[in-house]
């Protein structure tokens, strides 16, 4: 993948974004808005609301349209957001690199293994950047996290988990086990993309239990328990509640054989115990004062937006492989939907069973 002089200094990156909604306003277009070196030309949504509302933060120039085909058909459009329901992830990335745009899709990459091989095929063959939504690893709190994992700071890394007690997604699309493609992939495919990123080891197999417990107005799990085995013996586990609204944070923590780092996604908190010395030491991590950061049905705020898109224009300029590139997004897949499948299953399931379906 080569981008040399295809995208000049002088020459802002034209950019369309695919779903202008909540989403795809508040959290990627007031964020493109004010990067330099890019212009955003084209927004679709079906909703006029949304396209009035992207205009008004986006100025009378830009081009909307209810079909995300008819956006992407802009002839001096280069790169794409896809911001669009889970369902159409898929469909809408293959068009987006088979029409010679680079790519960043919101995660899931697609609702099967088989859709996500299919945009990475198309990918290799387009030679494009194709980068997938998972922003936390772009949270300065988790990258710190990962620097201090290298650095042997808590000797060889054994256990990770994630705590996350919060109240409901929104309603409307997010309710849906078809649009989403179930809660696991379309809430915590975050989680488990980070538990991939840290352990730095295949993921093997995968046992949970969960279900719809409080929230019965909506198809999809309202709580889960998820354990993941990594090879060598590492393993991570994941605990969701979206009925409970107050007094908690999204605890995310590792443990070695030398110490544990624990952390708290809101409190941008992070502190370090070492076993072999009565030390700890306490951090906090804060954000760019740059970040648009945005606020979810829940109260929280989401982070790691802006310096995800940085990232997508810095490789597409020099030609780089993103650091959520579409191989590491398909793993998170195939291990949130190993997840929920062994939920259904009541069983535990094999990651290969997934990757290589009969």
């Known amino acids: 993948m080569s981008a040399e002089n295809e995208y000049p200094s002088t020459s802002p990156i034209k950019v369309a974004l695919l779903g202008a909604g909540w989403f795809g306003r508040e959290a990627h277009l007031r964020n493109l808005v004010s990067m330099d070196g890019v212009e955003v030309v084209a927004a679709s949504s ?108 808590i000797g060889e890394l054994q256990l990770m988990w994630c705590r996350e007690f919060r109240g409901p997604m929104r309603m409307g699309w997010r309710s849906s086990e078809a649009l989403t493609g179930g809660t696991i992939l379309e809430k915590n495919i975050h989680h488990i993309d980070l538990f991939n990123w840290m352990m730095e080891t295949p993921p093997v197999r995968v046992s949970a239990h969960g279900g719809t417990n409080v929230l019965t107005d909506r198809e999809v799990l309202d709580n889960a328990q998820v354990l993941v085995e990594y090879e060598g013996g590492r393993r991570a586990t994941l605990e969701l509640c979206l009925f409970a609204p107050y007094g908690g944070d999204c605890e995310i923590g590792v ?69 959520n590139d579409g191989q590491a997004s398909r793993m998170a897949v195939a291990v949130c939907l190993a997840a929920q499948e062994s939920i259904k299953r009541k069983e535990t399931v094999l990651i290969e069973e997934i990757l290589n379906p009969s």
């Open 46 to 153: 079906r909703s006029d609301s949304s396209l009035d509302a992207a205009r008004e933060i986006a100025g009378s120039h830009l081009r909307v349209f209810h079909d995300w085909r008819e956006a992407l058909a802009v002839e001096s459009v280069e790169a794409v957001i896809v911001a669009l329901t889970n369902d159409q992830h898929h469909e809408a990335a293959l068009a987006a690199l088979q029409a010679g745009r680079h790519v960043l899709c919101e995660k899931p990459l697609g609702l099967t293994v088989p859709q996500c091989d299919e945009v990475i095929a198309a990918q290799q063959a387009a030679g494009k950047v194709l980068q997938i939504g998972h922003e936390m690893r772009f949270q300065r709190l988790y990258q710190q996290v990962k620097s201090m994992i290298e650095r042997g700071a």
């Open 255 to 323: 443990a070695g054989d030398l110490g544990r780092i624990d952390t708290k996604n809101q409190a941008l908190s992070l502190v370090h115990h070492r076993f072999d010395l009565p030390d700890r030491t306490e951090m906090q991590i804060a954000d760019s004062k740059e970040d648009a950061n945005f606020t979810d049905a829940s109260g929280r705020v989401d982070r790691g937006i802006r310096p995800e898109l940085v990232h997508f224009f810095d490789c597409i300029r020099e030609g780089k492989q993103p650091l």
